[in-house]
Each structure stands twice: as C-alpha cells, then as structure tokens.
C-alpha cells in the first residue's frame, strides 16, 4: 500500500540553523510529493511539491528533492527562523491516483529558539 | 484560505448528542474531505467527496457520515457524539489534476463532554 513515513519530533534548533526534516514513502509507481506546514492555530498550507523523480521543489527558503532511488523527499533550509516554528508534514499522492486522497505522514514539530 | 470556510469554528457538545460541521467552498472543486486530528496520530481521513451525492469512507469513518447535496458544502455529522471524538477537525478541497495539492480551511475543535 501507499504510505509516508516522517522522523519523529519534536526538533528543537536554534535561529540560523540547518533543518532537515525526513520523510521517506512506500508507493506503486512513481508518486507526486508535496510538504505542508501547519502554524499554529491554523490549516495546513502547501508549502513545496514535486511531481517526478529528481525535481526540486522549492519555497520560502525549504527544499526538498524527490529521490526515486532512496524513495525519500526531504525537507531542508539552510538558515531557520523562529518563525518557521511550526508542524510540517510529509505526503504522497499516488499516480493515476483517481479517487486516491493523499496519504499523510505523522507529522513533525518544529520548534526554533532565538 | 480564503476560498473555504468552515463552522462553527469551536463547539463544546455534551456525549450521546449529534453534531453537524460544515465546509463551505467558493472554489467549484470537485474534491472535499475531513479529516481529524490528533496528537500522536497526525492527520487522518474520514470521508471524501468526488462529486455531489458521491463519498467515501476514510481510514476513520466509523461514527461518522457525511453529506454532499451541493457542490460547494460538504457536511460531516457525529450522529451521537462520544469523547473519544473529541479532536480538531479539518475540511480540504482539491481540483482536478490533484497535484495542486489540497487547499484546507482553518479548522473545528469539538470537545464532547
């Protein structure tokens, strides 16, 4: 089946410093990726996707590459804010997914300290 | 988002009573879907929509059931309400060609007590 699967939080950085966060799935064929981030109080807003293999999706200074070898679509920034202080989620959607609703990691927390 | 809206936005309900939330879409997407979630689990799928009058279960959809009588408006109805529903519900809308990703509104906390 399809599934997500995200490190465990919470992570805790200071401003300034480099964030990776993992996320690695499990999927027939080759799926479309995304990031989301929750702040909190909210919804959850798309932060970056990637619909093949080796594309970089990019925003707000995060990335993420989809890599079809390892299965993984990591998330990282090189220089984190206390804003970024937020819940981050890793998802798939499947190809010729028809009715197939994204699948969700766990999420993970992310909490950034001045 | 702009484009969803969902209410109430908090409801404290007492157990064994029934409860109605609604999103609410000025999008004409052809998805909808609820979602709850909770600390630990992450987010989890009830119901989904993919057309009026057309829905299905999610991995959660056990007391739960859902309605979709018009595009834009997707209910969700705890027929009878139990603790082990409390949790901060999430509606998300999508397009066609769903690599879009979803868009999702801000939220329902319900808390039965």
């Known amino acids: 089946g399809n599934s997500v699967t995200q490190m465990e939080g919470p992570v805790t950085l200071s401003e300034e410093a480099f964030l990776t966060i993992n996320c690695t799935y499990t999927?027939?064929?080759?799926?479309?990726l995304f990031w989301y981030v929750q702040y909190p109080g909210e919804g959850l807003q798309l932060l970056l996707k990637?619909?093949?293999?080796?594309d970089k999706g990019s925003n707000k200074g995060f990335e993420a590459t989809y890599r079809k070898e390892t299965t993984s679509f990591h998330l990282e920034k090189g220089s984190v804010q206390v804003s970024d202080s937020a819940v981050y989620f890793c998802a798939l959607l499947p190809r010729n997914s028809g009715n197939t609703p994204l699948v969700f990691g766990k999420g993970t927390r992310l909490s950034v300290i001045a | 988002d702009a484009g969803i809206t969902q209410s109430p936005r908090h409801k404290v309900t007492e157990t064994g009573t029934p409860v109605t939330l609604r999103c609410h879409q000025t999008?004409?997407?052809?998805?909808m879907y609820w979602y709850r979630q909770d600390p630990g689990h992450g987010l989890r799928l009830i119901h989904y929509?993919?057309?009026?009058?057309?829905?299905d279960k999610g991995e959660v959809s056990d007391g739960y059931s859902v309605s979709r009588s018009k595009t834009e408006d997707f209910l969700l109805t705890l027929e009878s309400a139990t603790s082990s529903q409390t949790s901060v519900y999430f509606c998300a809308i999508s397009g066609e060609g769903t690599a879009s990703g979803y868009t999702f509104g801000s939220g329902t906390r319900l808390t039965v007590v």
């Open positions: 929509s993919y057309g009026v009058k057309d829905t």
């Open positions: 999927a027939t064929g080759y799926p479309s």
């Open positions: 999008e004409n997407h052809r998805y």
């Open positions: 990637a619909t093949k293999a080796d």
